[in-house]
């Protein structure tokens, strides 16, 4: 079946900015996640939803990045006022309910100018 | 708090010899444990996990992964290497007792097999 799929693939923007980076997740999937993966690193957790509502937005790194899942399905990373230090794969990640494995898309390469 | 660590950037083997790859953790009460796979221009894939149960967990592609509590280390293994196994492979560890929610990853170990 389908698998989560994020767009765009490849965001080129520069300082100042707003982007905007989608989510699909795999279909049935209650709980989704987003990671941050800089260049040499582990990706590191910035959100989790459980249906609509942010069950744990501990990770984001300060207010200019917010997420949304309005109907539980998609989900969309909002990022205001872009630096150049946010430049990195945004990666995303499905699980049936929060307990299970979570499954990744191919994320969105971001590269602020 | 908690962490993962992978103390090598780098593994080469042979291909056809044993491999491993080496994790270590730190988190508070009865960690769940992962590995995934990264593959160049792609996402991670799931390899296994340990949640509860038997200390040696099998995954997928022949891989297997040791649970030692004492070391809290998480190893991955498998018995044959093939070249197609070259890739950059992530411990993760969830700390959460009651499910596995936020990741938290090692920085990753590359694993190159030599024809």
């Known amino acids: ?113 | 708090a908690q962490s993962v660590a992978q103390p090598e950037d780098q593994v080469n083997v042979a291909e056809g010899n044993p491999l491993t790859v080496k994790c270590t953790y730190s988190v508070s009460g009865n960690p769940y444990l992962f590995w995934y796979v990264q593959y160049p221009n792609r996402g991670l894939q799931f390899l296994l996990k340990y949640i509860t149960g038997d200390n040696l967990v099998k995954g997928s592609y022949g891989f297997e992964a040791e649970f030692n509590k004492s070391q809290t280390s998480f190893h991955l293994k498998k018995p044959s290497a093939l070249v197609s196994d070259s890739a950059l492979y992530f411990c993760a560890v969830s700390p959460d007792q009651t499910g596995a929610n936020n990741l938290f990853f090692g920085t990753g170990t590359r694993l190159t097999v030599i024809p």
């Not at chain 1, 693939?9 to 989510?23: A, D, P």
């Not at chain 1, 207010?63 to 990666?91: C, H, M, N, W």
């Open chain 1, 1 to 113: 079946g389908a698998g989560v799929s994020q767009t765009p693939s490849n965001k080129v923007t520069e300082k100042g900015k707003y982007v905007e980076l989608r989510c699909d997740p795999i279909s049935g999937h209650t709980a989704l996640y987003w990671y941050r993966q800089s260049l040499g690193q582990g990706p590191e957790f910035l959100i989790y939803f459980q249906g609509t509502g942010a069950a744990d937005d501990s990770g984001l790194p300060n207010d200019r990045f917010f997420a949304v899942r309005p109907e539980g399905s998609v989900s969309t990373l909002k990022i205001q006022r872009t630096e150049r230090g946010d430049s990195a794969v945004y990666l995303c990640a499905s699980s049936i309910l929060y307990t299970d494995t979570q499954y990744f898309g191919p994320g969105t390469r971001l590269t602020v100018l």
